[in-house]
Structure formats: structure tokens, C-alpha cells
């Protein structure tokens, strides 16, 4: 396989479902689209969302989970040398699934981030990606340094070191435990896998408190 498999930050939890067996490709695909099935007789917000994943009829429901389906199976299907990317803010097969997807392509405002090395762009709606991508390095690296992970699997390594300048007309704000930096990462999809088998919701969370994973 020569062009990586996508993941985009946020679905890791859908793709840990899978490694961890919480439950088969179809248990997870027809969850998702379940759960947005259901948000069809709740508020306007949500009813805006569910229509915008999975559209107004059962038959566009049943669509977008084919699509989901074959994403799931293709990810089990990944051999061990794999590539795989965890992308910020760029769409993936899961995004793709939606009927309209309005909402996966709206990264919010752009913001100025203050880090060390001077300030980078970043966009407010990427910030779960990054957290949930910063969740993923920590698990990894713990699992790794316990001897947990074969070392033949390789680890994560980012797809870029350059940094996104900001515009001008970005907002700018200061650097805090909530809000940190990270690139899309590289992985094989053996590392990945790995990794997933022992993710929890609770490395997202730790991520975001700056709180190492235990």
C-alpha cells in the first residue's frame, strides 16, 4: 500500500473501537449512524449535524454506512508495514462517508498560537485533532518505553517539522495547557494498531490536562 491510510485526530476513537474489539467493523459503523439517527428528533443543532453526516432519509443513512464500513474494513485490512497518517483538519474516509459534510470541512477561526519557536497558525476547530493526536504520541511512547510495543513496528514521526506561519489576520492567543501544538504524524499501521488496542477516551482527556498517561 502506497498511499497512507487516514485517520483523521478525532475518529481515533472509532478505529480504537476496532483494535480493541470493543466491536466488529459493522458493530461500530452501525453505531455511528445510530447515534445520528437518534439526533434527528433532538434540538435543531443536532438535528442540523445528524442531517449533515447522514442526510434525511434511511436510504442516504444506509449509504453513509456502507462507506464507514468499508473504511473500517480496509483499516483491519492494513498489513503491519502499512502506512498510516493522523491528519489535523484534513478530511478521511470517515468524513467522506458524510451526506453533505459541511461540518468537517469548517476549521474555524484562524489563531495565532505562541509556542517557543515563534508563533504558528493553527485553526480552532483542529484543536481536538491535535489533542487527540498529542493523546496517541504519549500512549505510544509509554507503551514503547514499557516494552509493550514490538520495536519492529517502528513509532510516530511527524509528516512535517515545518511550522505554519500565521496570517495577519489571525487571532492571537497565548500558549496554554489546553491548547498545545502538533503536526500530522506518520505511523505503520502495525505501530498504530498497537497503540489503539490499549486507547481509551481517557488519553484524550489526559492530553488535554498536560497529564502524563498511566
Excluded at 467522506?96 to 480552532?124: M, N
Excluded at 489533542?131 to 505510544?140: A, E, S, V, Y
Excluded at 496554554?176 to 502495525?190: C, H, K, R, T, Y
Aim: aromatic share 6%.
Amino acid at each position: 500500500m502506497s498511499t497512507p491510510f487516514e485517520i483523521r485526530g478525532h475518529h481515533l476513537g472509532s478505529f480504537a473501537d476496532i483494535s480493541s474489539l470493543q466491536g466488529t467493523p459493522l458493530d461500530i459503523a452501525t453505531s455511528i449512524v445510530e447515534s445520528h439517527l437518534e439526533g434527528h428528533s433532538l434540538g435543531p443543532v443536532k438535528q442540523a449535524y445528524s442531517q449533515d453526516v447522514i442526510g434525511t432519509t434511511l436510504e442516504e443513512a444506509r449509504g453513509v454506512k456502507d462507506k464507514y464500513l468499508a473504511a473500517f474494513n480496509q483499516y483491519v485490512d492494513l498489513e503491519v508495514d502499512d502506512p498510516v497518517v493522523i491528519t489535523v483538519g484534513e478530511r478521511d474516509s470517515i468524513c467522506r462517508a458524510c451526506v453533505v459534510g459541511k461540518h468537517c470541512l469548517d476549521r474555524g477561526d484562524e489563531l495565532a498560537l505562541a509556542t517557543p519557536d515563534g508563533p504558528v497558525q493553527i485553526y480552532a476547530n483542529d484543536i481536538d485533532d491535535m489533542l487527540f493526536i498529542r493523546g496517541f504520541k504519549r500512549l505510544g511512547d509509554k507503551l514503547s518505553q514499557e516494552g509493550k510495543i514490538d520495536q519492529a513496528l517502528g513509532t510516530h514521526t511527524p509528516v512535517s517539522k515545518e511550522l505554519p506561519r500565521p496570517s495577519p489576520n489571525a487571532i492571537p492567543i497565548l500558549s496554554a495547557n489546553m491548547i498545545g501544538f502538533e503536526v500530522p504524524i506518520l505511523a505503520s499501521a502495525g505501530y498504530v494498531k498497537a497503540v489503539l488496542r490499549q486507547w481509551s477516551m481517557a488519553h484524550r482527556l489526559l492530553a488535554t490536562l498536560e497529564v502524563e498517561t498511566t
